[in-house]
């Protein structure tokens, strides 16, 4: 499936994101889920974001991302730098 690798039984998704406006697009994590469903909903949430924005910034991208997991119930992202923001 595209955007969801199986590591070590769970389902971690990633897509290609920009640091910065300009900047060198690197894959990113959105993170690693336990079953199926919800990484599938992870990836369409992200891939709707990526096709009214055209371009993926990794800070915008992750706070979003992080407000979705909170919904579903799971933590905030580490590698995220709004996930402090996130706590309060």
């Given amino acids: ?6 590591v070590e039984g769970s389902y971690q998704v990633s897509f290609s994101m920009k640091n910065k406006r300009h900047g060198r697009s690197r894959s990113t994590s959105v ?3 336990g ?8 990836r369409d949430f992200v891939t709707d974001l990526k096709s009214k924005s055209k371009i993926l910034i990794k800070y915008n991208t992750l706070k979003l991302v992080n407000e979705k997991r ?3 119930g799971y933590h905030p992202l580490r590698n995220s ?3 402090n923001k996130l706590n309060v």
Avoid: V
Avoid at 1 to 6: G, L, V, W, Y
Avoid at 35 to 42: H, M, S
């Fill in 1 to 6: 499936m595209k955007n969801i690798k199986i």
């Fill in 31 to 33: 993170g690693t889920y």
């Fill in 35 to 42: 079953n199926i469903k919800d990484a599938i909903e992870i």
């Fill in 70 to 72: 909170k919904e579903m």
């Fill in 81 to 83: 730098q709004s996930s």
